[in-house]
């Protein structure tokens, strides 16, 4: 039930490949599913946020028609009228909500069509709101763990830097920590989708699915695999990021409004997330059959050492 290709286990490849035809076959549906929840969500947070959306988006306009004007990007898009409030905390909590309860929807319906079925969004909502608190428990345990390596790291690589100012440039402190949260992250994908598809999809408790994707993608046979498909996921995001920028640049430079930008900024992420999550919900399937599989071989062979 968990192979994704029925027969055989998939390459990180495949599983790239897979996902492309899998949302290209079932577009409408899947990225319906995505955004049911997520695009009123933004509506709402763009409009009572409108007058900073509306600078950020005219920042980008700027510097599509001048690249020169870059570095100056983020001086260009602060709103100096805006403060922190509390309520921007109150839209993060409910924005990772709304995200982790739109993957949830992504993962079931590619679950089940991958096995052939032809499900409807709507059938798979209650499940999703079943899980979802242990869904955001779990996000947000995987992003306090990753902030606490990522400090480790920092204090790892800066510490000789502090107690030997000449043993280290900053060029090469930087670099060394910015290679070395890349690596975090590549292997915090790959477990976070694994930890994620056991609550979405096995309805497992947090603690046993973190505890359960650690062993799909950090074990000696699975950590190589696991660090190229997170560096896969976290490259296309970040080309994906650039190329969402521009073409809301490009947007705002053509037609003048950034309304225009923003709609094309928003479907365009959309379609991207529910690229992200099929690719991830197949990782996780085939994970899980091959640490099915795994398991299956040392119990026979403990079944054959004690006969």
Known sequence: MNDPNATRLLS????FDRAVHVV?????????????FNIPFVALQDWIQRSAQARFD????????NPRLISQFFRLSQDPTKKSLASDWIFIALGLAVSVLAACLVANLTERILRGERPAAVQVIPKSLRVLYRLVAQQFAIVFIAFLIFIVIVIIWALPAL????????????????????LL???LEAWGYCAFGAVAL????????????????MTKAAVSRSFVFGFGILAFDVLAVIFSFALAGFAVDVTHQVVVARVLEV??????????????????LDANARYS??????????????R
């Open 12 to 15: 990180v490849g495949e599983i």
């Open 24 to 36: 290209l076959r079932n577009f409408l549906q899947l990225t319906l599913a995505y955004g049911i």
């Open 58 to 65: 005219l920042a980008l306009g700027t510097v599509v028609a």
């Open 163 to 182: 107690m030997w100012p000449a043993a280290r440039s900053p060029a090469v402190l930087t670099a060394a920590i910015s290679l070395s949260a890349a």
């Open 185 to 187: 992250f590549c292997a």
């Open 202 to 217: 096995d309805d497992s408790g947090v603690v046993r699915a973190m505890r359960t994707g650690w062993r799909m993608t």
């Open 267 to 284: 479907l365009l992420g959309v379609a991207i997330a529910t690229f992200v999550n099929v690719a991830g919900t197949i990782f996780y």
């Open 293 to 306: 599989a795994i398991q299956d071989a040392a119990q026979n062979r403990e079944n054959s050492a004690a």
